[in-house]
């Protein structure tokens, strides 16, 4: 007897936890695994933020907490989004939950119906087009390619547009491109939006802290189009809290409510603790997180140089987050023994199990030609990796 429903047999597994539970497995047989598969600092949460989660503890908040947070972080979200993003969202406009991605399904449950298109930009994060499937809304897919470092034009944006578009949702900096827009690129895109009203724009700045270019531009911050603008952070990424589970939005106020009654009968407000420690987090001076910004571009350049050395591969500068993205097809056909590779799913396999270093096939985002290597690890382990793979690629005939 099948007791599973339709929707969640349709759903598929995250392909990034998918390699590294792959990795993890191998490791666990004693096989040596460089885990370059999942999108994790590894760097530890600041003392300033570990203190206030500790004195939070012995002061007792222990108890349920409201819905959409406590009100001390309501206001503390509120002003971090004035001071560092020029957003105006007031604390009833913000919902506190467990992580950036349960903050973005909330939104995709409050408005997607049946039949809706949501626009993707490809490539996007992983779990994006399966959450809006999960809703039963339309997957429309924009195309990309590294020559255009991944970004769409207004052209573009406006063809994809119709009477049925619910939602445009997209990622700036970009899993797993590492793609950041410009402030002059994302005022062009708004050209676009103003001329459609139907549309809600979903903006993930969850790698905010992570750029490298200058100064990152919210695209909520522009007035024509800010209220229908929902603005997706949290502090997994920036203040390495991947594991405290929190994000947040600021949103238009009747998706906020509507997100807190969704989430009010799934998961209740965001744990106590990480509340009472993310306040002290919001509260800092964002240059607290310099010395991370500027380790993991030192990993950012270093890996560049080195997969430039990998024959048939191609790669983008990325201006923001942690991951490279090269355009791999040169390999698709190719053998290693009885072993082919038909796409980037079987090569990130051979790469696995041959040159044991774990990433991820570019299909899972949306651009079956790439893979994605995360370089959130050491510049040891980083070279350790890169040598792996043009030692695994050079194998292949």
Known sequence: MNFLSNRVEKLA?????????????????GVNVINMSIGEP??????????????????????????PGYKDLLEAISHKFKRDNNLNYKPSQIVASTGAKHSIINVVMATVNPGDEVILPAPYWVSYSEMVMLNEGVVVTMETDIKSDFKI????????????????LFSNPCNPTGTMYTEKELRALAEVFKKNPHVLIVSDEIYEHISFEGKMFSIGSIPEIADRTVTVNG???????????????????????????IQGQFTSGANSITQKAAIVAL?????????????????????ISLMKEVPHTTIN?????????????????????????????DLCMYLLNQGHVALTPGG???????????????EDIIRDAVARIKKALSELQ
């Open 317 to 345: 500068n990325p201006g923001g987050a942690f991951y490279l993205f090269p355009e791999i097809s040169h390999y698709f056909g190719k053998r290693h023994g009885e072993n082919v590779i038909n796409n980037a799913k």
């Open 13 to 29: 597994e995250s392909e990034t936890l998918a390699m590294a539970r792959l990795g993890n497995e191998l490791k666990e047989k």
């Open 153 to 168: 034009t207004p052209a573009q944006l406006e063809k994809a547009i119709t009477p049925k578009t619910k939602m445009f």
């Open 42 to 67: 590894d760097f530890a949460t600041p003392d300033f933020v570990k203190l206030a989660a500790k004195e939070a503890i012995d002061k007792n908040f222990s108890y349920y907490t409201p819905v």
């Open 235 to 261: 502090l997994s990424k920036g203040f390495a809290m991947t594991g405290w589970r929190l994000g947040y939005i600021g949103a238009p106020e009747a998706v906020a409510k509507a997100c807190v009654k």
């Open 283 to 303: 509260k800092a001076d964002p240059a607290v997180v310099k010395p991370m910004q500027e380790a993991f571009l030192r990993r950012r350049d270093l890996l």
């Open 364 to 378: 899972a985002f949306g651009a079956p030609n790439y893979i994605r290597l995360s370089y959130a690890t050491s």
